[in-house]
């Protein structure tokens, strides 16, 4: 049975949900500028889907404007609604989410690692030929930190840049799991969490990266099967053997 009371309201900042809290403290958190109408997204029970602040009608207070002398005289048309954008719409936006966007994360993991690794390898005879062997020892160690840190500090602000929470990071490091947050972070586009809507651009990455993901799996799978004899022709397995090691055996 859910315990949740009915008056309950759930509310997200920056990717976090955070509730429950009643409609009189949100309206409070509302006025005390606590609460991003475009940005915050809301949902209470019986809303289908969560909706920027905004949109919940009392949540936050309507000024009047100041009447002018003119403005007393009756109109054509007494009430003219407001033209509000679609949820769906603003959250495709990726300039209205925080974090970071799907190109710089792109950048952050995949481009960032080799460029770095390459510069480091070109450096590293000058810089010890400067400060010599012993402390190039240790300062190789952190420098083949950097991209470790850099992705790490870029994959966490991409989870927020989808609308997840940070704690999804974890995610990474359990088996299968680990490729359902990948894809989000590889394709998805910003506030993916609430719109669950792939753009132009992200539908190619999702294609690329599930091809990637199978081809790596089929490798896995044939090697595995090397291994077991799962292979049943002889002459096959000792030409695959021939194969890997042609490839791991140094070159003169």
């Known amino acids: 049975m ?3 009371p009915q008056d309950a309201w759930f ?3 920056e990717g976090e949900r955070i ?3 009643t ?3 949100l309206r409070i958190k509302a006025s005390e500028a606590a609460l991003n109408p475009r940005l915050d997204m809301v949902w209470t029970h019986g ?4 909706k920027p ?3 919940i009608e009392g949540l936050f207070e309507r000024r009047a404007p100041l009447e002018s002398p003119e403005s007393l005289a009756p109109a054509a048309d007494p009430y003219s609604p407001p ?3 679609s949820p769906e719409n603003f959250m495709a936006k990726e300039g209205g989410w925080p974090g970071a966007r799907r190109r710089s994360f792109l950048i952050a993991t995949l481009i960032f690692p080799f460029v770095w690794a390459f510069g480091l390898a070109a450096a590293t005879p000058f810089l010890t030929s400067e400060f010599g062997p012993e402390i190039m020892k240790f300062a190789a160690i952190g420098a083949n930190l950097i991209p470790f840190i850099v992705g790490l500090c870029f994959g966490l602000k991409r989870l927020v840049n989808l609308g997840m929470s940070r704690w999804w990071y974890l995610g990474n ?3 299968i799991l680990n490729f359902w947050v990948g894809y989000r972070c590889f394709a998805c586009p910003a506030g993916y969490a609430y719109h669950k809507k792939l753009d132009g651009p992200g539908v190619f990455l999702a294609i690329v990266y599930w091809l990637l993901i199978a081809i790596v799996l089929l490798a896995v799978i044939a090697v595995v099967a090397l291994m077991f004899g799962a292979i049943g022709s002889p002459e096959i397995q000792q030409q695959i053997r021939d194969a890997i090691r042609a490839a791991s055996a140094p070159k003169a």
């Open 11 to 13: 509310y997200s900042r």
């Open 47 to 50: 809303m289908a889907e969560w």
């Open 83 to 85: 033209q509000q954008e």
């Open 173 to 175: 490091f359990v088996p």
């Open 23 to 25: 409609f009189a403290e």
């Open 19 to 21: 509730g429950p809290v």
């Open 2 to 4: 859910n315990d949740t």
């Open 53 to 55: 602040a905004g949109e």
